[in-house]
């Protein structure tokens, strides 16, 4: 059986996956691991971006590494074959409706963000996007010609109480462990979708997590205050797309996108996915200058929450720290190193 199962896919998740094997071979000799085509990689083998297969393989894992996907070789694919879709499949396919984005500012990069060192200066926001729903997955959607001309295209988004409230819980619950705090964020002034979400979150919240403190914002807003006072946040709860824009930004107040890990994670017991934020970045991929620490520290996150060895997480972490302060930076953090020579530093420190 397989422990971990990397996905490298495609641009430069092939040369951040290979660092992560790297760490994991030495961090932890005893785990199976394998790896599979995937994305725009397995849409050329196989002429499909998620084979059978490999979702088969992913389930019956215990932790699942993807590298990235998508880059404009397959910009002309049908959207239901593109890299893209093979991601949402595997998300759905597994069921890890619950992302935790953490965006934590390591102290020796507090100087590497775009923004002032006193604004960003021991952050630690932990933001849990909806992963499985809303205007990602609704129905109906798609492009149809009309016949006056022109054409109109549909997204929907849609939500459930059902849906709301289990990822709501992983918020209420990782909050406990943490500052105690959830800051909800929807567009209820303008959406419907919105109105359930801020009233189901706030019965939760009455209901179960009492003791937590629940903030509700716009999520507009919550874009406009992450600039601001980012240091406000501990846990954000928020749906599918305002997640994936949101996390984005949270990133870059740490620095770099090419540092911010990911899990997804579903049912209790369920193999977990692990992804770093970042994309494929086609403009640099090929070329061994990639900061794999996202895709390093998406493993930490596998070991702590999917493969039960926390013990070896906390080294992970400890070895990362370590290897900035000794000065360790790959270009999108203003230094010099190439990928490998990134995996060495932290190898090195481990
Ligand atoms: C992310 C990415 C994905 C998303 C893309 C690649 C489908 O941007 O994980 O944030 O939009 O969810
Ligand atoms: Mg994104």
């Given at each position: 059986?397989?422990?971990?199962?990397?996905?490298?896919?495609?641009?430069?998740?092939?040369?951040?996956?290979?660092?992560?094997?790297?760490?994991?071979?030495?961090?932890?000799?005893?785990?199976?691991?394998?790896?599979?085509?995937?994305?725009g990689?397995?849409y050329d083998?196989?002429?499909?971006?998620?084979?059978?297969?490999?979702?088969?393989?992913?389930?019956?894992?215990?932790?699942?590494?993807?590298?990235?996907?998508g880059g404009p070789k397959w910009a002309s694919v049908p959207r239901d074959k593109r890299p893209e879709?093979?991601?949402?499949?595997?998300?759905?396919?597994?069921?890890?409706?619950?992302?935790?984005?953490?965006?934590?500012?390591?102290?020796?990069?507090?100087?590497?963000?775009?923004?002032?060192?006193?604004?960003?200066?021991?952050?630690?926001?932990?933001?849990?996007?909806?992963?499985?729903?809303?205007?990602?997955?609704?129905?109906?959607?798609?492009?149809?010609?009309?016949?006056?001309?022109?054409?109109?295209?549909?997204?929907?988004?849609?939500?459930?109480?059902?849906?709301?409230?289990?990822?709501?819980?992983?918020?209420?619950?990782?909050?406990?462990?943490?500052?105690?705090?959830?800051?909800?964020?929807?567009?209820?002034?303008?959406?419907?979708?919105?109105?359930?979400?801020?009233?189901?979150?706030?019965?939760?919240?009455?209901?179960?997590?009492?003791?937590?403190?629940?903030?509700?914002?716009?999520?507009?807003?919550?874009?406009?205050?992450?600039?601001?006072?980012?240091?406000?946040?501990?846990?954000?709860?928020?749906?599918?797309?305002?997640?994936?824009?949101?996390?984005?930004?949270?990133?870059?107040?740490?620095?770099?996108?090419?540092?911010?890990?990911?899990?997804?994670?579903?049912?209790?017991?369920?193999?977990?996915?692990?992804?770093?934020?970042?994309?494929?970045?086609?403009?640099?991929?090929?070329?061994?200058?990639?900061?794999?620490?996202?895709?390093?520290?998406?493993?930490?996150?596998?070991?702590?929450?999917?493969?039960?060895?926390?013990?070896?997480?906390?080294?992970?972490?400890?070895?990362?720290?370590?290897?900035?302060?000794?000065?360790?930076?790959?270009?999108?953090?203003?230094?010099?190193?190439?990928?490998?020579?990134?995996?060495?530093?932290?190898?090195?420190?481990?």
């Open positions: 059986m397989t422990d971990l199962l990397l996905l490298p896919g495609d641009g430069i998740g092939p040369e951040v996956t290979a660092e992560v094997r790297r760490v994991a071979e030495r961090l932890c000799p005893d785990l199976t691991l394998d790896e599979r085509p995937f994305g990689k397995s083998i196989a002429g499909s971006p998620l084979t059978e297969e490999t979702l088969a393989e992913a389930k019956a894992a215990k932790a699942v590494l993807m590298g990235a996907v879709a093979g991601l949402l499949g595997l998300r759905a396919g597994m069921g890890v409706f619950a992302n935790l984005r953490p965006a934590l500012c390591f102290q020796p990069l507090a100087d590497a963000s775009t923004l002032k060192r006193e604004v960003v200066e021991g952050l630690d926001i932990m933001i849990v996007r909806e992963l499985t729903g809303g205007i990602y997955f609704g129905s109906p959607r798609g492009i149809e010609v009309l016949t006056a001309g022109g054409k109109r295209a549909v997204d929907t988004q849609v939500y459930t109480t059902a849906e709301i409230e289990r990822v709501g819980r992983v918020a209420f619950e990782l909050a406990r462990g943490r500052r105690n705090k959830v800051t909800s964020c929807e567009k209820s002034n303008v959406m419907d979708s919105g109105l359930l979400w801020r009233e189901v979150v706030t019965e939760l919240h009455k209901a179960e997590y009492a003791d937590v403190t629940l903030e509700h914002m716009l999520a507009d807003n919550a874009a406009m205050q992450l600039v601001k006072n980012p240091r406000q946040f501990d846990v954000i709860l928020t749906d599918n797309l305002f997640g994936d824009i949101l996390s984005d930004e949270a990133a870059q107040l740490t620095g770099s996108l090419g540092m911010l890990p990911s899990a997804a994670l579903g049912a209790p017991g369920a193999p977990g996915l692990y992804e770093p934020i970042h994309g494929s970045a086609p403009d640099i991929a090929g070329q061994g200058v990639a900061n794999p620490l996202a895709a390093i520290l998406s493993f930490e996150m596998a070991l702590r929450w999917s493969l039960g060895r926390a013990d070896l997480a906390d080294r992970l972490f400890a070895a990362v720290n370590r290897a900035l302060e000794q000065g360790a930076r790959t270009p999108d953090l203003g230094g010099k190193l190439g990928t490998r020579e990134m995996g060495d530093a932290v190898l090195a420190a481990l």
